[in-house]
């Protein structure tokens, strides 16, 4: 967006020198789309409101507008304002060269010459307005753009109604409620539940919980990436103890005396094989479920346990 290349700028000012700039840059198309107030009404107005430059109070207004609906749309410090006098310009320029200069768009790096000169010059003072208009344009583009990203970034963190459907419709199902009826409010759905929650908690051994406090929302995401991360790097190092596993098997079979009981040597290995899952979903919720004791538990029962299953024993 910003004008930075002088080289391709020195081509550009020797270009637009020897053209018509209001034609060769669609100088007016560009005008009629951003739409701007004090602006010319028609091509011609437009030749002559260039022609006649700083010395018109009607040329200062809409440059002092597009100036700061550029300022808007790029959000710019630097604001312009219009002269008390066309005779007393000298603010009005330097708050015009500031703007210039934040956009990164001097007219020395232009046009290899000073604002005044710039201004004075008919050919000159079209480029500069078509390098603002341009600016504008694309200013817009990025504020909706930008706009439309936060927009679908807000649209994200609003649940779906068919995620939360489905999450009330598990919730039913944890607690034994095999269907709702038809019409119910919310506070109907509480009431419903919590007789259900009360019951199910009486249930619950008479232990401390393993985790205790309560935690944030953000937190609460953390954990279950940290949940996610736990559970893959359990299946990978699963996975591998399974390989070992088969590849030791198989490696007894490589044996001329053993390969005749090959068939023998799987009907025993393979029913005591198949229970060993490296794909084990343990939930946050049922961590939370966990009563202190579980980690003792683990200690006892480890010995008789399966490996591939010290989770479950855990929870």
Same mark, same amino acid.
């Given at each position: 967006?910003?004008?930075?290349?002088?080289?391709?700028?020195?081509?550009?000012?020797? $270009? @637009?020198?020897?053209? %018509?700039?209001?034609?060769?840059?669609? /100088?007016?198309?560009?005008?009629?789309?951003?739409?701007?107030?004090?602006?010319?009404?028609?091509?011609?107005?437009?030749? /002559?409101?260039?022609?006649?430059?700083?010395?018109?109070?009607?040329?200062?207004?809409?440059?002092?507008?597009?100036? %700061?609906? *550029?300022?808007?749309?790029?959000?710019?410090?630097?604001?312009?304002?219009?002269?008390?006098?066309?005779?007393? /310009?000298?603010? $009005?320029?330097?708050? $015009?060269?500031?703007?210039?200069?934040?956009?990164?768009?001097?007219?020395?790096?232009? !046009?290899?010459?000073?604002?005044?000169?710039?201004?004075?010059?008919?050919?000159?003072?079209?480029?500069?307005?078509?390098?603002?208009?341009?600016?504008?344009?694309?200013?817009?583009?990025?504020? *909706?753009?930008?706009?439309?990203?936060?927009?679908?970034?807000?649209?994200?963190? @609003?649940?779906?109604?068919?995620?939360?459907?489905?999450? /009330?419709?598990? *919730?039913?199902?944890?607690?034994?409620?095999?269907?709702?009826?038809?019409? @119910?409010?919310?506070?109907?759905?509480?009431?419903?539940?919590?007789?259900?929650?009360?019951?199910?908690?009486?249930?619950?051994?008479?232990?401390?919980?393993?985790?205790?406090?309560?935690?944030?929302?953000?937190? &609460?995401?953390?954990?279950?990436?940290?949940?996610?991360?736990?559970?893959?790097?359990?299946?990978?190092?699963?996975?591998?103890?399974?390989?070992?596993?088969?590849?030791?098997?198989?490696?007894?079979? &490589?044996?001329?005396?053993?390969?005749?009981?090959?068939?023998? @040597?799987?009907?025993?290995?393979?029913?005591?094989?198949?229970?060993? %899952?490296?794909?084990?979903?343990?939930?946050?919720?049922?961590?939370?479920?966990?009563?202190?004791?579980?980690?003792?538990? &683990?200690?006892?029962? !480890?010995?008789?346990?399966?490996? !591939?299953?010290?989770?479950?024993?855990? *929870?």
């Amino acid at each position: 967006m910003m004008c930075k290349y002088k080289t391709l700028v020195n081509c550009y000012h020797c $270009f @637009i020198m020897s053209n %018509n700039l209001a034609t060769k840059f669609s /100088l007016w198309n560009s005008l009629q789309a951003c739409r701007l107030p004090d602006a010319p009404e028609t091509e011609q107005k437009l030749e /002559l409101f260039l022609k006649d430059g700083p010395n018109a109070a009607e040329f200062i207004n809409f440059t002092v507008t597009l100036c %700061n609906e *550029l300022r808007t749309a790029a959000r710019l410090k630097t604001q312009v304002h219009p002269p008390s006098d066309v005779n007393e /310009l000298d603010s $009005f320029i330097q708050e $015009f060269k500031d703007l210039l200069e934040e956009l990164d768009c001097s007219p020395s790096d232009l !046009f290899g010459t000073s604002l005044d000169e710039c201004l004075s010059s008919v050919e000159l003072r079209s480029a500069l307005i078509s390098v603002l208009l341009n600016e504008l344009k694309t200013a817009k583009l990025l504020a *909706l753009r930008k706009a439309e990203e936060e927009e679908k970034e807000t649209q994200k963190k @609003i649940p779906n109604s068919t995620s939360v459907a489905e999450e /009330l419709s598990a *919730l039913c199902t944890s607690v034994g409620i095999s269907r709702l009826p038809d019409s @119910i409010s919310m506070e109907q759905f509480f009431d419903l539940m919590l007789p259900k929650i009360e019951e199910l908690v009486k249930k619950i051994p008479n232990k401390s919980a393993l985790i205790k406090g309560t935690l944030t929302k953000e937190q &609460w995401n953390t954990v279950e990436c940290l949940n996610d991360r736990l559970r893959t790097e359990y299946k990978l190092r699963a996975e591998m103890l399974l390989k070992r596993l088969d590849v030791t098997v198989k490696s007894f079979l &490589w044996n001329e005396r053993v390969k005749e009981k090959e068939e023998e @040597i799987m009907k025993i290995y393979k029913p005591l094989r198949t229970p060993l %899952n490296s794909d084990i979903q343990v939930s946050v919720a049922e961590v939370l479920a966990a009563r202190d004791g579980a980690y003792v538990c &683990w200690f006892f029962n !480890f010995e008789k346990k399966n490996p !591939f299953q010290y989770q479950q024993t855990c *929870l």
